[in-house]
């Protein structure tokens, strides 16, 4: 059964770092596109950025300037974002999707997982 | 940054209806658009990929149209189950950018 298997919720405190998983099941990562969506309470999808399936990463630098890091292992089948620098502004629910490269459409998300930025 | 809008934000309408959603997009995009739907609590699920391609599953009322900077996501005959906020998603140039959303409520 495909399906992307996320970390559990996170409360972080203003300025640190906070590391998601997404573990894949019934398909191996380095053939597809993984993407990683954020969505603010009562708000719209934003996306972050995506891992190609060389491993090759491109993010949404102006928005974040620098603070996300994506990665992937291939051994244990689990992609990885990394945001660093935490505003309250970053609480959200972080999701990663897969697509089939040239497919133009991501067919299988995460449940999400929620970060709060809380003093 | 391509900009993706969306038309209307809020569409309110009843079972039956044939309802039309617009995404625009700021310069040209070819057919690399895709929509999803969304309900309550739960992740983004897609229905059309490259504009127009409906995904394995997905009921035949929906349909997707458009090409260039302007595209239609319709639900033939709505149905209860399609009460929901669907987004467009652009894969021409990175960042690959959403529409703000359209909210479907019940008349």
């Known amino acids: 059964q495909v399906q992307l298997a996320q970390s559990g919720a996170e409360v972080k405190e203003p300025g640190a770092s906070v590391k998601i998983s997404c573990k894949a099941s019934?398909?191996?990562?380095?053939?597809?596109?993984m993407q990683w969506v954020r969505q603010a309470p009562g708000q719209g999808l934003e996306w972050m950025g995506v891992?190609?399936?060389?491993?090759?990463?491109?993010s949404d630098g102006q928005k974040f300037q620098g603070r996300v890091t994506m990665t992937s292992d291939t051994s244990t089948n689990t992609v990885y974002i990394e945001l660093r620098s935490l505003r309250s502004d970053d609480s959200a629910i972080y999701y990663c999707?897969?697509?089939?490269?040239?497919?133009?459409?991501?067919?299988?998300w995460g449940r999400g997982t929620l970060v709060t930025v809380s003093s | 940054d391509i900009q993706m809008t969306q038309s209307p934000s809020t569409l309110s309408a009843s079972v039956g209806d044939r309802v039309t959603i617009t995404c625009r997009a700021s310069?040209?995009?070819?057919?690399?658009l895709a929509w999803y739907q969304q309900k309550p609590g739960k992740a983004p699920k897609l229905l059309i990929y490259?504009?127009?391609g409906l995904e394995s599953g997905v009921p035949s009322r929906f349909s997707g149209g458009g090409s260039g900077t302007e595209f239609t996501l319709t639900i033939s005959s709505l149905q209860p189950d399609d009460f929901a906020t669907y987004y467009c998603?652009?894969?021409?140039?990175?960042?690959?950018?959403f529409g703000q959303g359209t909210k479907v409520e019940i008349k």
């Open positions: 999707a897969r697509a089939v490269p040239g497919s133009g459409g991501f067919d299988c």
């Open positions: 019934g398909f191996t990562l380095s053939s597809f596109h």
């Open positions: 891992v190609n399936p060389i491993g090759y990463n491109t």
């Open positions: 310069q040209s995009i070819s057919d690399w």
């Open positions: 490259r504009a127009y």
């Open positions: 998603q652009q894969f021409q140039t990175f960042p690959w950018t």
